[in-house]
Every structure is written in C-alpha cells, then in structure tokens.
C-alpha cells in the first residue's frame, strides 16, 4: 500500500535547524517531482519546496536561503533540511507528490520558540 511516513520534526529555537525525512512506499517514486508542504494553525496547506527528477528545485520567497529539499532515490526518501528557522515556521510539514497526490500522511510537527 502506498504511504508517506514523515519524521524529524521537533522544537528548535529562533535561528535552529532540523531535517526532516519522507519515506516513501511507492514504486514511481523515481519518475516524479516531490514536495515539502506545511500546514499552520488556521491557515491552508500550502507547498514549500520541491524537486524534480532531474533535481531542480523550487522553494516558497519566505523560506529561500533558509531551506534545501533533496532526495535519494536508491532510498525512495526526499529531505528538507531548514535552517535558520523562524516562528512564523512553526506547523504541521507532509510531504507528497504534487503531480499525483498521494494520501496525506501524519506529518510531522515543527515549532520555533524561544
């Protein structure tokens, strides 16, 4: 069955970093772009980085320079490492297939306090 399986989030404080993984149980994995997108309270989904297949990346004007999605597809895994982080980070991050959306994991819950 397919599945997303999203893991490290944490508390971090204003200026810390985490990275977070997505294991991915899916066989075509390798032939689609992939994406981080987060969920704060009271506010829509909204997609925060991708990458394709070939590597090129995207990434939302708040969190440019701050974050870096990659992926290793011999381990069917995409990360998006966050640097710099702000409160204004602080929700819910899933990762799924923007192309052909999958059913939404649990996500995994990140907060910036001091």
């Known amino acids: 069955q397919v599945q997303l399986v999203e893991s490290g989030g944490g508390l971090a404080q204003p200026g810390g970093s985490l990275r977070l993984s997505c294991a991915v149980s899916?066989?075509?994995?390798?032939?689609?772009?992939m994406g981080w997108y987060r969920q704060a309270p009271g506010k829509q989904r909204e997609l925060v980085a991708d990458?394709?297949?070939?590597?090129?990346?995207m990434y939302k004007d708040s969190v440019k320079g701050r974050f870096t999605i990659s992926r290793d597809n011999a381990k069917n895994t995409v990360y998006l490492q966050m640097n710099s982080l702000k409160p204004e980070d602080t929700a819910v991050y899933y990762c799924?297939?923007?192309?052909?959306?999958?059913?939404w994991g649990q996500g995994t819950q990140v907060t910036v306090s001091s």
């Open positions: 799924n297939v923007p192309n052909y959306p999958l059913r």
């Open positions: 899916w066989g075509m994995f390798s032939f689609y772009t």
């Open positions: 990458i394709s297949t070939g590597g090129s990346t």
